[in-house]
């Protein structure tokens, strides 16, 4: 396996397996690998024949008071994980190669970026866009792979794949969780064990909610609020959002007559933690 | 001569023309081609095995009460047009095939789309960033081809291609003008036959700022100053603006202490009209 730092290098490391005839998948993460990257890289694997993972913490998709500097960095352990899974090329850029001085270019994706964790992260889908759309250029791969644990970014770069015709697959796979639920993600690090264990109420909210649904309940407004108190039943956690919304537009319902996507972020003491299911109606 | 209107379609007959080794050239046009783009199309051929037109008028480029419904529009003779001077393939696609329904992906760059230009026209810049991302990746050109006419477009394309890592030449040729020494412009159609006689004059006050300089004249005010009597001297004309600056960064400067760019914007009538040229100091 080996680790490229220079965007250049890889680009021209790439082009020349492309013009073999190599299909390339690509994994874009922040590192801090678990299992939900795993099963990505997995996936990427069984459908190309190299998978790139991108390891890069993107300064422009956190908010100036957000956790840009503890978010938790370990690239020797993650090498050795990718590579494990399944990862030939680990792409780690510094930020003076993905952000040079005098940086200005910024790619939005309307609408999408400004629902759900758009509200309380105005700038975080910008930064998102932006990042994604510099590495699908210095990589091009034939397909990326995201986590449905961000549904929200995963949908928002899809359109941006669309709308700016990068011409390739974006595929999204399943969350994976732990045994209690709570969906993997690279914050849960920042969790102490009390808090991991009241945390798992987030998915048995999301659980609960789809029972209701499946059993008739049409009304999402009654919905939200029984998630809301069985989430605040639990010490130290406070709600961002829930949304019960349209999975392809994300404009929140009123009334359920069709699939939709529960959506929420909480905070977790001073972790904020997001995690939805899709229901079909 | 090939005619494409299908993105699809286009990007698959370059790949395979990529895929032989054949080096793309791209000339972006909003049609109503004239001397200034057949000189981008010539140079393209000399540079390039292939070199493809786009001509699409790109509504997100306008500002709602500016001229997208009357911009002249006459597909049948750029193609003629365009063939001689050299291009092999016209990429000519629809609206809806651009901006589909629920489009919503834009491409700003900072700082560069506000000043001069965008300062009268605040949206125009991120309509051109985008349209031009999206040609970038419908047609990959191995280098695309701009003039300086559209100077500050120009340098925004550039800094949006080395920003978002989309890996091709940009090369931004010469000014081609009347022997007035109007600048060849699309626009200029619009002009009556007087007013095309006064607009002579936006070239004049270049030529006199440019004199100026050579002569020693540092205080970028009263050379601006003298500009403004000569171009305020000739009937129906009104200054947008005329601004002397960093030829990087589009920064105004108050003294000239280094190579300028000296560009303006005027209304000759009801049609605006822009112009520049780079003094050496």
Redesign the interface.
């Known amino acids: 396996m080996r680790v490229v730092k220079s965007?250049r290098e890889i680009?021209r490391i790439l082009d020349r397996l492309k013009r073999g005839g190599r299909k390339i998948g690509l994994v874009p993460t922040m590192g801090c690998l678990h299992e939900g990257h795993f099963s990505l890289i997995r996936r990427a694997k069984k459908e190309n024949d190299k998978v790139v993972v991108s390891i890069f913490v993107n300064p422009k998709q956190f908010a100036p008071k957000e956790d840009y500097k503890k978010y938790p960095r370990d690239l020797r352990r993650d090498a050795v994980l990718a590579r494990r899974a399944g990862c030939d090329i680990i792409f780690c850029p510094g930020q003076a190669d993905m952000y040079p001085d005098g940086?200005?270019?910024?790619?939005?994706?309307?609408?999408?970026s400004s629902r759900m964790c758009g509200i309380s992260r105005p700038t975080h889908f910008e930064g998102v866009?932006t990042v994604c759309?510099?590495l699908f250029?210095?990589i091009r791969p034939d397909t990326a792979y995201f986590g449905q644990k961000d549904f929200q970014q995963a949908l928002i770069i899809k359109?941006?794949v669309e709308?700016?015709?990068?011409?390739f697959k974006v595929k999204v796979l399943p969350i994976i969780r732990q045994k209690s639920g709570l969906a993997m993600s690279s914050r849960n690090k920042y969790l102490k064990p009390h808090e991991k264990k009241n945390a798992a109420v987030i998915f048995q909210s999301l659980m609960k909610a789809k029972g209701l649904i499946k059993a008739g309940a049409r009304d999402a407004s009654k919905i939200k609020a029984v998630m809301r108190r069985m989430i605040l039943g639990r010490p130290g956690i406070r709600i961002d959002y829930i949304a019960i919304a349209d999975p392809c537009t994300l404009v929140e319902k009123k009334r359920i007559d069709s699939n939709v996507l529960i959506a929420l972020a909480v905070w977790v003491g001073r972790t904020r933690l997001i995690d939805n299911i899709l229901v079909d109606v």
Chains 1, 2 share one sequence.
């Open positions: 965007p680009s940086y200005a270019a910024y790619v939005a994706v309307r609408n999408l866009s759309a510099k250029n210095i359109r941006m709308d700016l015709n990068m011409g």
